[in-house]
């Protein structure tokens, strides 16, 4: 089985930015959450997966397939949901679907018009009428009719109200049961990660800071809360941030279980993929 997207060694150069060495794989019938920091590079690099800005360096495939060489054909197997939707206004949902079908050629009307009874946007409501919330689900009604094969989300789901990501999330992973599907999903809710992602890439001023198997990683993190003294004898090769507050001492710990066996006395929790990126990010806060 090929994987769903290799990304190795992508580099791009603004100048005043640059991704540098980005590498990961998402293996069909997988989520994989792309997260990072406003302006840490997650947009630019699923630019240049789909070829919208040119890359400097390195190699990307889908389904074994270079995204510049074959760029139709990846075109074809690839959806996409942007943080901006762009439908006509003055459509209605069954309209969009009718201009949508002459765009794609794998185009499936009974699937979109499942979702959209599914979604509850069946009504005469036109697009300039949506909510923030409908249009999201207008855009993943499409992008599923579309019938990708990998779909990628950049930051969709952020201004979603709980019930809606909820009901999309599931969706979701309805889609990757399918081992030719895979999704990228770019977000800063990592509480949505934690729940449907497999696997974790955590991109930090251009590079690729964490990436990994997302139960190994919350299973290796921990996080460590103590008090100012006991922070200070900690061997910091042990810990990969820590923050010292008013009230006490936080850390992030890179193998739990190593630490525990060196510091027994000390209690180390699980750790979140917010602690993971927030320590990771920060270093070695004050
Ligand atoms: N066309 C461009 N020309 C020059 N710099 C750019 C261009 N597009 C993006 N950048 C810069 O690249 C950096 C990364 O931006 P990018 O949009 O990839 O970040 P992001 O992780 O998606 O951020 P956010 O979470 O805020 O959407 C930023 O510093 C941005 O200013």
Known sequence: MNNALEVSHLSKDYGAFKLEDVSFTIPGGTIMGLIGENGAGKSTTIKCILNLVRRDGGEITVFGRDNRKEERAVKGDIGVVLDEVLFHDVLRPQQVGRVLAGLYPRWDGKLFDHYLEKFGLTGKKTVKEFSRGMKMKLAIAAAFAARPR?????????????????????????????????????????????????????????????????????????????????LEQVDRALLAGSRVGQFGCEALVKDRRAFARRYPALTVDPATLEDIMVFTGKGDAQ
């Open 150 to 230: 990998l779909l990628i989300l950049d930051e969709a789901t952020s201004g979603l109200d709980p019930v809606v990501r909820d009901e999309i999330l599931d969706e979701f992973l309805e889609f990757i049961q399918d081992e030719d599907h895979a999704i990228l999903i770019s977000s800063h809710i990592t509480s949505d990660l934690e729940k449907a992602a497999d696997y974790i890439t955590y991109l930090h001023n251009g590079r690729v800071a964490v990436s990994g198997a997302k139960d190994e990683l919350l299973d290796t993190y921990g996080k460590l809360v103590c008090g100012r003294s006991e």
